[in-house]
T-cell receptor, first 116, second 116 residues
């Protein structure tokens, strides 16, 4: 079974609109971290936002917020007021446990296209 | 600005000709990672260093080696590149704090390897 599932291969949104990118995860660990990264066509993986499994409040970073529903094992990314520069591939990732060097497990990604 | 730097950004090599990719960081992070990302796929961890301790992922081919001469630098050596090794190679760093669960990985811009 996949550990990280992103069901939307592609999403389209107009400038200034909000968009939600879906992510569900599967783990039996009590301690884990959830991450969202943005990868433009240039290839760099840009860290956007982090949610710890014990965090009670949803994480927010500027226009990005993470809708964390622990019981449903979902960690959706919400981008408010989309901009043309938001067009990129978005990856949801999970780190299980707290040990140094634990691999990030990535989903297959969602391509977001923002139009004017 | 503190950052993760990868050189070169683009590397072309011939089938079977050894190649070295480099990564440096000014973040003073104690963990460094190498990921391989093939076209339209999610990144896959090859190995990581926690300080000087080298940790290989179980399915990383022997063709891939790594060196970390000091905290700031880490190298990826591909001893005999094959056509299947053409990919984006991403270096990442993180700092593990004892007692903290956050272990955000920050990525460099990547090196895109072409094998002729």
């Amino acid at each position: 079974a996949q550990k990280i599932t992103q069901t939307q291969p592609g999403m389209f949104v107009q400038e200034k609109e909000a968009v939600t990118l879906d992510c569900t995860y599967d783990t039996s660990d009590q301690s884990y971290g959830l991450f969202w990264y943005k990868q433009p066509s240039s290839g760099e993986m840009i860290f956007l936002i982090y949610q710890g499994s014990y965090d009670e409040q949803n994480a927010t970073e500027g226009r990005y917020s993470l809708n964390f529903q622990k019981a449903r094992k979902s960690a959706n990314l919400v981008i408010s007021a989309s901009q043309l520069g938001d067009s990129a591939m978005y990856f949801c990732a999970m780190r299980e446990g707290n040990q140094a060097g634990t691999a990030l497990i990535f989903g297959k990604g969602t391509t977001l296209s923002v139009s004017s | 600005d503190a950052m993760v730097i990868q050189n070169p950004r683009y590397q072309v090599t011939q089938f079977g000709k050894p190649v070295t990719l480099s990564c440096s960081q000014t973040l003073n992070h104690n963990v460094m990672y190498w990921y391989q990302q093939k076209s339209s796929q999610a990144p896959k961890l090859l190995f990581h260093y926690y300080d000087k301790d080298f940790n290989n992922e179980a399915d990383t081919p022997d063709n891939f080696q790594s060196r970390r001469p000091n905290t700031s630098f880490c190298f990826l050596d591909i001893r005999s590149p094959g056509l299947g090794d053409a990919a984006m190679y991403l270096c990442a760093t993180s700092r593990l704090w004892v007692g903290r669960s956050t272990d955000t990985q920050y990525f460099g811009p990547g090196t895109r390897l072409t094998v002729l």
